[in-house]
């Protein structure tokens, strides 16, 4: 090796494995929380959450966006953000929407998941948890 080479990382064992975009099964990860609580406190099932996640997943899979290296739509516990709710969030950018209807959910599927652009109407303020 020269001194104008890139290191070999490949062969440095004691180097930790660094996390990458292109390394990830999925390319986009959609979590929906659809958690319900019997105490009267906010709940993302309480406002039509299970609903959204399967139209998303009906959704994706007509387009033909669901699949290894493509999008996968997940089902969530609480995410933290009840305020916020119904919730939720796309991976790897950690995307955070809120959404009230079909046509919202639509909508992510066909600007984010689809072509890549953050749908910035729907998004949740940073400060709102829960
Ligand atoms: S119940 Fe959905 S974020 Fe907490």
């Not at 009906?58 to 009840?82: F, Y």
Request: with cysteine; charged share 20%; aromatic share 6%.
């Amino acid at each position: 090796m020269t001194s104008s080479s890139p290191p070999d990382t490949q062969s440095d064992k004691s180097a930790p494995p660094t996390a990458t975009v292109d390394s990830s099964y999925y390319h986009r990860h959609v979590f929906f929380c659809l958690n319900q609580r019997s105490n009267g406190e906010a709940c993302c099932a309480n406002h039509r959450a299970q609903e959204a996640f399967d139209r998303c997943k009906s959704q994706v899979k007509g387009a033909g966006l669901a699949g290894p290296g493509k999008v996968r739509v997940n089902k969530s516990g609480c995410l933290d953000r009840c305020a916020a709710g119904p919730v939720v969030v796309v991976y790897p950018e950690a995307v955070w929407y809120t959404y009230l209807d079909a046509s919202d959910i639509d909508e992510i599927v066909e600007s984010h998941l689809k072509n890549g652009q953050v749908v910035e109407r729907l998004l949740i303020p940073p400060h709102v948890g829960r």
